[in-house]
Nanobody, 127 residues
Framework: QVQLVESGGGSVQGGGSLRVSCAAS????????MGWFRQAPGKEREFVTG????????YYADSVKGRFTISRDNAKNTAHLQMNSLKPEDTAVYYC????????????????????WGQGTQVTVSS
């Protein structure tokens, strides 16, 4: 079993930056596709970004391309999400996920069917 714990969420003004992290325990996640999802109040959980096991491939939702950067450190069993130029519409609970499958649809890749999930961390962006 894999346990995922997110950290680093908080509140920031629009245009600001935040970095959220995900620490995995229980087993190494270096072979797993990992990603971040988010859920805003009253909305369904949505894919934000993903990264291959080696870190050589990354995937982004159109809404965050050019603003968010995903990375991972397999030696430390961690993943990170750097969020820049934040907008109020980025406000959501952000969830780390591991052991996901990638899908290609409509010209973009996204993640689905993740086996492991963290509890989430709140990110609030004020206007």
């Amino acid at each position: 079993q894999v346990q995922l714990v997110e950290s680093g969420g908080g509140s920031v003004q629009g245009g600001g930056s935040l970095r959220v992290s995900c620490a995995a325990s229980g087993r190494t996640v270096s072979s797993y596709v990992m990603g971040w999802f988010r859920q805003a109040p009253g909305k369904e959980r949505e894919f934000v970004t993903g990264i291959s096991g080696s870190g050589s491939r990354t995937y982004y939702a159109d809404s965050v391309k050019g603003r968010f950067t995903i990375s991972r450190d397999n030696a430390k069993n961690t993943a990170h999400l750097q969020m820049n130029s934040l907008k109020p519409e980025d406000t959501a609970v952000y969830y780390c996920a591991a052991d996901c499958t990638t899908r290609y649809d409509g010209g973009s890749y996204y993640l689905r069917n993740c086996a492991y999930w963290g509890q989430g961390t709140q990110v609030t962006v004020s206007s």
